[in-house]
């Protein structure tokens, strides 16, 4: 894979084997494609990433992955593909593997499967803003509709009574005073090497937020979502 982009960025693509909402869910079919595969090409078309690799336990994900064009350099370890398993340990296993083969990574690029309606211009622009911003990390987000907004939120004490997330004692009484508030969407993480690897975080102290559309996103989880996927895809056409 070739780029004039001049950094270096590893993107990594997991995909296991296991998954309990939906079974084999990175190979189901979305709109005649393996979910894995819409992961692969919006990759694989973007401008930043220097190399696209597939880190799996699974050899029928890892065939498929490289029919999509992804490189599996490894099979990773059960012991990293549990449903408990955190990201940062597998992302840390990928960079350690490629580092002990002579490759050195400026910053990794996370692509989860189950974000398939993610353009590679997402991906050129999360790697973009992390190097012009000099910040730990990008990642890319959506609005908090303010009904949800944290200075509206309330957490409930054991004895019934509740407080406000924010510690403050009064909410903000009308939502055009509210902050803009987001959550993490999910379609792209890029962490700088020393951050992932030294610090061990994938988002270090100066993280910034990508801000989507919400009528361009979809996290597949359920067979619902499924759906949503489809008539997004319609709607994009």
């Known amino acids: ?114 974000n398939p309606l993610r353009k590679p211009e997402w991906i050129d622009d999360c790697v973009r803003l992390l190097f012009e911003k000099n910040a730990d990390a990008v990642v890319t987000v959506l609005p908090v509709p303010y009904e949800y907004n944290p200075h509206w939120v309330y957490f409930q004490r054991e004895d019934g009574t509740l407080y406000l997330s924010t510690g403050e004692k009064e909410p903000i009484p009308r939502r055009q005073l509210l902050p803009p508030a987001f959550h993490r969407e999910g379609s792209v993480y890029v962490t700088r090497r020393d951050v992932l690897m030294e610090r061990n975080s994938l988002y270090g102290e100066k993280l910034l937020g990508y801000v989507l559309n919400p009528d361009e996103c979809v996290n597949i989880d359920r067979f619902e979502d499924l759906i949503k996927a489809e008539e997004l895809l319609k709607r994009r056409q």
């Open 1 to 114: 894979m070739k780029t004039l982009f001049k950094y270096k960025v590893l993107g990594v693509v997991t995909a296991r084997g296991g998954s309990k909402g939906i079974p084999r869910k990175n190979l189901v079919l979305l709109a005649g494609k393996p979910l894995l595969q819409w992961t692969a090409e919006a990759a694989l078309a973007a401008k930043t990433l220097s190399r696209v690799i597939l880190s799996t336990d699974d050899p029928e994900i890892a065939e498929v992955g490289r029919r999509c064009g992804l490189d599996v350099p490894f099979m990773r370890p059960k012991e990293l593909a549990q449903d408990d398993t955190p990201t940062l340990p597998v992302l840390q296993h990928a960079v350690r593997f490629l580092e002990e083969q002579g490759e050195r990574y400026d910053a990794i690029c996370l692509l989860q499967p189950t």
